[in-house]
Every structure is written in structure tokens, then in C-alpha cells.
């Protein structure tokens, strides 16, 4: 008995409160419910995908990637089927690009192209995958996969898009990882010197030799390769037969020589 009443009491309350409440803003005189939630009629219309993409490209400009970010994201979260959503999908990339934030860019960039394959921008996307690969190349001691990724991704462009206005640099860019992959072979080869597994590093060097006669790299490596097969082998002074630890200059190899 005592349970239901404190039932029939508890959905008493619950009445009243609504009752209160529905007389509060019936007398508020110019209250509305929009002005309960917080919308009191002052705030700002909502901006266009338009307006939005003007003032995303004018931050994007000027250098503000962060906050021409926000406006293209804006965009594509409010205005996904508007016309400037594909100018927003392709900024938002670049926004990213240019914030160092390389993986998320080459997200963006596949993302476009799948949606969008036969876009005139697709050539200039294709580009900018591999520069995010190009971009986010560690140094030769440490992981090389982002080289070994731009090979592949500047590779792909020039097969679908051979006389596109990315074609030179994109070559140049790729064969400059190709040093770099050179370059960690190398450095493996000295690092076995180090050790003292002489036959592992003369092994390494006979490989880029082969596989490599006309790399950067090629005349320090038949050099190092003599000592050792002389019975010379360099024990103190290593440092110095190491090539550069970062990615090479790839306007180095702009020409049909590199130069050395």
C-alpha cells in the first residue's frame, strides 16, 4: 500500500512540474522554447557551403592550415552533397599535407581518388600521395618504408599519367629514394664492419655493385669492397665511409645524371 502511494505521489510531482513548466513559458510573455535550449534568436544564420569555402581557401592562402581545416571539414560534415564538397575533400587533404600530418593527408588523397577517378585533379593527387610517402621518410638507419612506398606511388603515377606537369619531379623524387634504399644497403655493409662479419659486408657491397653500378654511392663501395677483399678492412674510422643518413637532395637527380 505504502509503494503505491509514494507511486501516485512521485507522478503527481512529475505533473506539476509539467504544468509549472508549460505556464512559465505560456506567461514568459516572449519567452519560446528555442530561448529555453539556449537558441535566443541572436546567434548567426548558418553559413553556406559557399561562404564556408571562400573563407576555407582565403586561411588556406594565407598559411592558416589549421583553421581553413575546420571550414573544409565543416563543409563536408554539414554540405556533404553541395558542389563545394569535392573542393573541401581535396583542401582538407592539402590543409593536412601542410600541417606534416602525412599519414591523414594520404588518406584523404585515396579517398578522393576513389570517389572521384576521372576528376581532372586526379594526376596532382596521385602526386601528392607520394610526396606524403616522400615526406615521412626516416633517416637510413631506421625505417624505410616511406621511400619504399614513394617508389611505388610516384611509379604509379607515371604509368596512368606519363606526360602529366608532375612527371619530372616525380622521377627525380623517386630516383632519390632509390639512393636512400642505396644508402641503408650501404650502411648495413659498415655496420658488418663494425661487427667484424667481413664476409657479410663484402657480400652486401658485391650486391649494390650489381644491382646498383651507377648509384651515388657506387665508388665508396668498390673502394670499401678492395680493402676488404685485400685483407684491409677499415677498423677504425667508420664514420667516415657512411653516406648521409637522411633522404638525398632530389633535385640532384633532375638530369639523366645524377651527380655525384
Excluded at 565543416?74 to 600530418?101: C, G, T, V, W
Excluded at 663494425?194 to 653500378?213: D, F, G, N, Q, V
Amino acid at each position: 500500500m505504502t509503494n503505491s502511494f509514494n507511486h501516485i505521489t512521485a507522478i503527481s510531482r512529475y505533473a506539476l512540474y509539467v504544468l509549472f513548466l508549460f505556464l512559465a513559458i505560456s506567461l514568459s510573455g516572449c519567452a519560446t522554447l528555442s530561448e529555453w535550449f539556449g537558441f535566443d534568436g541572436s546567434s548567426t544564420v548558418q553559413q553556406s557551403a559557399e561562404s564556408l569555402a571562400v573563407e576555407g581557401m582565403d586561411e588556406f592562402n594565407v598559411g592558416s592550415y589549421h583553421s581553413a581545416l575546420e571550414k573544409f571539414e565543416e563543409i563536408l560534415d554539414r554540405y556533404p552533397f553541395s558542389p563545394e564538397a569535392m573542393l573541401a575533400k581535396l583542401k582538407a587533404a592539402d590543409s593536412h599535407y601542410y600541417q606534416n600530418n602525412f599519414l591523414e593527408a594520404k588518406v584523404l588523397y585515396q579517398q578522393f581518388e576513389e570517389r572521384h577517378p576521372t576528376n581532372e585533379a586526379i594526376p596532382y593527387v596521385m602526386f601528392q600521395v607520394g610526396m606524403c610517402d616522400f615526406a615521412r621518410t626516416d633517416r637510413i638507419d631506421r625505417d624505410t618504408s616511406g621511400a619504399k612506398d614513394a617508389i611505388q606511388s610516384f611509379s604509379r603515377l607515371l604509368r596512368a599519367y606519363p606526360n602529366s606537369p608532375y612527371t619530372s619531379e616525380a622521377k627525380a623524387r623517386s630516383r632519390a629514394a632509390h639512393e636512400f634504399l642505396i644508402n641503408h644497403e650501404f650502411f648495413v655493409a659498415v655496420f658488418y664492419l663494425r661487427t667484424k662479419k667481413y664476409e657479410e659486408s663484402a657480400h652486401r657491397l658485391k650486391y649494390i655493385l650489381k644491382m646498383y653500378p651507377d648509384s651515388t654511392i657506387s665508388d665508396k663501395a668498390r673502394k670499401l669492397l678492395e680493402r676488404i677483399e685485400a685483407g684491409e678492412p677499415p677498423r677504425i674510422g667508420l664514420s667516415r665511409w657512411l653516406p648521409s643518413l637522411s633522404m638525398p637532395d632530389w633535385s640532384m637527380f633532375g638530369s639523366d645524371e645524377p651527380k655525384k
